[in-house]
């Protein structure tokens, strides 16, 4: 089982949103005290598993977060592959119900056994953090105020037997006291106050996120885009040693 260790650095996952290999090599050697790696939907499908191999030899973590959602045995098909990468997290969409959540779990398991692999955690998207009440209510058409929502699909994933959600720090207080010690919380739209927001509508502060709750935060340009990468990196860990 995939541990969240103390140390501020540990608890930071960095996306490599980049379009190719190449440039996501040059981000990781340019940020080598970063030691967990979020690979997307753009690299990956730009480069394969071939950036994963890259990661594993550094001895870095990898949160393969590519969301899948689609029927049940779509769902099971592409997170047993997913299982024989050797990544430690997967994310599904909740909303693709309990029997395409449960599918994928066991078929996670199974496609890392028969690899000689240690099964990857799937965490579930609750909302994405791109998405405020009013999208909710107006262009999903869902008529729970979105901290239940996302508390609903906590539940959800819980059920199905999957190790965590990924949600919105706004949540993380309540997904914590609903769903308990264990169950892992993975929170982007996470900025440090001397940055901007950008496309994220609900976010926090890293002190903000942990002290809420999350065992990790997913944290990028921030630190991708800043000047010096690895100096951006280095002051969020500081402040979060000073929590």
């Known amino acids: 089982m995939l541990q969240c260790l103390n140390a501020p650095a540990e608890r930071i996952i960095v996306p490599l949103d980049v379009p190719d290999a190449e440039s996501a090599r040059r981000l990781i050697d340019d940020i080598p005290t970063v030691t ?51 990544v430690d997290l997967v994310t599904v969409h909740a909303p693709a119900g309990l029997a395409a959540l449960q599918a994928s779990q066991q078929a996670a398991t199974e ?21 405020d009440a009013r999208s909710l209510a107006f262009d999903l058409k869902i008529p729970l105020e979105l901290s239940d929502y996302a508390l609903q699909m906590a539940l959800l994933s819980q059920q199905a037997g999957l190790a ?4 919105s720090p706004h949540e993380a207080e309540l997904l914590r006291r609903c769903c308990g010690a264990d169950w892992l919380l993975v929170c982007p739209g996470v900025r440090p106050n001397w940055a901007q927001a950008g496309d994220q509508r609900r976010v926090m502060t890293p002190q903000e996120a942990i002290a809420a709750g999350a065992n990790y935060l997913v944290i990028g340009r921030p630190i991708t885009q800043a000047d ?4 951006a990196f280095q002051r969020i860990c500081d402040e979060l040693t000073l929590q």
């Not at 010096?228 to 100096?231: K, R, S, T």
């Open 36 to 86: 967990f790696w979020k690979v997307g939907l753009e690299l990956f499908v730009s480069s394969g598993p071939e950036i994963l191999t890259y990661l594993k030899e550094q001895g870095k973590r990898i949160f393969l977060d590519l969301k899948f959602h689609d029927i049940p045995n779509t769902m099971a098909g592409a997170c047993r592959a997913a299982g024989r990468y050797g």
């Open 111 to 131: 496609g890392a056994v028969a690899a000689g692999m240690v099964a990857p955690q799937l965490i579930a998207v609750t909302v994405l953090t791109s998405i």
């Open 228 to 231: 010096e990468p690895n100096v």
């Open 164 to 167: 965590g959600s990924v949600c």
